[in-house]
């Protein structure tokens, strides 16, 4: 490589830094306006309207992509006009990924009734009886605990639908779950209460802040899960959790304006609140459970 070409591309890689930090290139002049008419004006602002194909969710895609930290904290400051919100990208974006998903790795319906060994054994096969009566407890515990999940998924198990109400509620399942919108929506709270809990002390941001860094950072985990789909050829849209550290440190590293060591221990922090209240939400889920099993025994 030449002088000038080395030249060349040190000064593009600074004009990518600055790009990064500010969204925009300093020194690029408006441009002006000019009114003339043209075959393409029959289509101009057609699609406007359209999340996905304006040009805020162009830019929004394409700042999330290069420059995520830095979008979410020009976001927080007040740049609302040049993005999409973050509900909304949250919803149009992982509706792209869920219909992508859902060409190429079509949902096999459950039609068959998966067997627990644990309701193949009675309380009569214990002979003392206060393990009898615990086992009973445990069996109710699981049934309802089987009862709820099952309820939650009546659109991948037909065969437990028998009235309209049910099969009215597992065409609203189907549909959202269609949509990825109970699965995202449960990651979004309880990474939104995660990142508040590991953040606020330190840097002091409202709730809203939070949510919209929630929102956006879910939308970039969706991209990569949507490139990991088409270059898995419809395999995996797995992204791997050392990913999900990586692009999390990145995002810190911009947003906060912090160092990469301190942005590895938010990471580590904000990952240690996120399986802390996933295991509450599964103790809350099991005693609920527990209670109801106790109480019809």
């Known amino acids: 490589m030449d002088k000038k070409k080395k030249h060349s591309f040190k000064s593009r890689c600074r004009a990518f830094a600055i790009w990064q930090k500010l969204g925009y290139f300093p020194w690029h002049r408006p441009k002006e306006k000019k009114v003339r008419k043209r075959s393409g004006d029959f289509y101009k602002g057609a699609?406007?309207?359209?999340?996905f194909l304006n040009d805020d969710a162009k830019r929004t895609f394409s700042h999330l992509l290069l420059r995520p930290g830095y979008m979410i904290r020009d976001y927080i400051k007040g740049a609302h006009e040049r993005y999409l919100a973050p509900l909304t990208a949250l919803i149009v974006f992982y509706a792209f990924f869920a219909l992508v998903a859902a060409v190429m790795q079509p949902v096999q319906q459950r039609h068959r009734k998966e067997i627990n060994p644990v309701e193949q054994m009675e309380a009569?096969?214990?002979?003392?009886?206060?393990q009898a009566k615990t086992f009973s407890l445990l069996k109710n515990t699981l049934a309802t605990l089987q009862k709820g999940w099952i309820y939650l998924h009546l659109d991948e198990y037909p065969e437990q639908v028998d009235t309209q109400h049910e099969s009215s509620l597992a065409a609203l399942e189907g549909t959202l779950r269609s949509q990825g919108i109970p699965l995202f929506a449960g990651q979004f709270l309880l990474l939104w209460l995660a990142m508040s809990l590991a953040l606020h002390r330190r840097y002091k941001q409202r709730m809203s802040a939070y949510a919209a860094a929630s929102a956006y950072i879910l939308c970039q985990f969706s991209f990569f899960m949507l490139f990991a789909l088409l270059f898995s050829f419809g395999k995996s849209a797995e992204i791997g959790i050392f990913l999900i550290l990586a692009l999390l440190m990145w995002d810190y590293h911009q947003w906060l304006g912090v160092q990469w060591k301190k942005s590895f221990w938010l990471v580590l922090k904000t990952g240690l609140?996120?399986?802390l209240l996933f295991a509450l939400v599964i103790l809350l889920a099991g005693g609920a459970a527990f209670a109801i099993a106790y109480f019809r025994t």
Do not use: L, Q, R, T
């Not at 009569?124 to 206060?130: A, G, H, K, T, Y």
């Open 47 to 51: 699609f406007d309207s359209i999340p």
């Open 124 to 130: 009569e096969d214990f002979e003392n009886p206060e």
């Open 273 to 275: 609140y996120y399986g």
